[in-house]
């Protein structure tokens, strides 16, 4: 039975230093798959340790299933071995000197709660390679086989025995491009179809936006936003989870006026735009417009934020052309898919949707007029 996770308030201090995690609080419901995404660093696989019970948390509850696994305050602290949990980690943890199907079979025989016979065991393992891909090389030397196959057995091997929680720590990132997008679209349809409830961790983007039911983004031990692949793509509470995830444009300006989620920025020379922000800000503050060169229209003038500026340089990359563009004094860079380039160098209308433009707090000092 795949189960529920509850992290309430993580902390896990090394030594003295500041905290990897820094008060992490989120929930995976019964089946369903939580990525999260960040730079190195960032905390992401101190966290999946901590569920995991290979890293006692400093401060902090973690529940799996209901129960309480790790709550310092109180002393609980369940083993990993009694979590009841799956593991996939980056390097392909197989025993060598097996075939695949004594690979899968181990955990099996193996573990603790097994009561199966060696009839079913095959049953099982046959159906899991089945799930994997790798229904004929059960009987193959596991050696024999490439990274991604052999990251496939490890996949296998942690959901044989259906564990309640499955953990995937950047399980993806020793493969080749190719096969990391063909595992990556997999993976999920392989973990949809067992119902299991995920954590995966990555520092991937697109990783997240195809496995996440929820992405949550982190930076510096911290959860910066939590929600869906969309939400986090489209509504980016905060500047570094605007960037993170590809908003590659930044517009420098100050708030003239806030209405509700909508403000106006001014941006000096090129004039004035409407922005959406999650932020309370209000008219003098500095603020910063983040947007993706995917979501300009370059040749288009719509009914607000339209522009006319000028294409600087455009880059043609057969199935994309990417454009600089200025407008009084701000540069974009603006994504026009498609294997034919519509605009030259030279002078174009530009239109930045409000809704795909997301004005945020610029932390930096305040400058005097
Ligand atoms: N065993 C450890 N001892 C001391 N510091 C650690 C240990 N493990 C991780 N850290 C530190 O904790 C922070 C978060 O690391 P980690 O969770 O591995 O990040 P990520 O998986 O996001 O790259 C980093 O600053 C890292 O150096
Ligand atoms: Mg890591």
């Known amino acids: 039975m795949s189960a529920a996770l509850l992290v309430e308030d993580l902390v ?3 030594g003295t230093g500041k905290a990897a995690v820094d008060g992490v609080s989120f929930d995976v ?5 939580v990525v999260l995404l960040g730079p190195s660093g960032c905390g992401k696989t101190t966290t999946l340790r901590c569920v995991a019970g290979l890293e006692h948390p400093t401060v902090g509850r973690i529940s799996i ?13 369940v083993s990993p071995r009694e979590r009841d949990i799956g593991m996939v980690f980056q390097s ?19 573990r603790r709660k097994n009561t199966s016979g060696s009839a079913d065991i095959d049953t099982k393992v046959r159906e899991t390679l089945e799930l994997v891909g790798l229904g004929e090389y059960a009987q193959r030397p596991v050696t024999s086989l490439s ?8 996949l296998a091997r942690s959901l044989v025995y259906r564990p309640q929680l499955l953990l995937l720590d950047e399980p993806l990132s020793n493969l080749d491009s190719k096969l990391r997008i063909r595992l990556r679209d997999e993976l999920r349809r392989i973990l949809k179809m067992t119902g ?5 961790v990555t520092h991937d983007q697109s990783e997240a936006v195809v496995l996440g039911d929820r992405i949550g983004v982190m930076k510096d031990g911290k959860l910066l936003q939590m929600a869906p692949p969309g939400e986090i793509y489209n509504r980016p509470a905060d500047s570094f989870v605007a960037n993170f995830t590809g908003a590659a444009n930044v517009l420098k300006g100050k708030v003239l006026e806030r209405k509700g989620e909508q403000a106006v920025i001014d941006l000096g020379a090129a004039g004035r735009i409407e922005a959406w922000t999650p932020q309370p800000l209000v008219a003098g503050d500095n603020a910063h417009v983040a947007l993706r060169a995917e979501n300009i229209r370059l040749g288009e003038r719509g009914p607000a934020n339209s522009f006319t500026g000028r294409v600087i340089e455009r880059r043609y990359q057969g199935m994309q052309t990417i ?3 200025e407008f009084g004094g701000q540069r974009v860079e603006v994504l026009e898919l498609g294997t034919a380039a519509r605009h030259n160098d030279g002078e174009v209308a530009l239109t930045l949707p409000p809704d795909s433009c997301w004005a945020y707090r610029d932390e930096g000092q305040a400058t005097v007029d």
């Open 29 to 33: 419901p019964a089946g369903e798959i």
């Open 92 to 110: 392909y943890a197989v025993w060598p000197h097996m075939t695949v199907h004594q690979n899968v079979a181990y955990p099996l025989k193996y």
């Open 196 to 200: 299991m409830t995920g954590l995966y």
């Open 12 to 14: 896990k201090k090394f």
């Open 323 to 325: 454009y600089d563009v």
């Open 65 to 77: 299933g209901g129960r309480v696994v790790s709550e310092p305050q109180r002393g609980t602290l």
């Open 147 to 154: 990274g991604g196959q052999m990251q496939r057995v490890a």
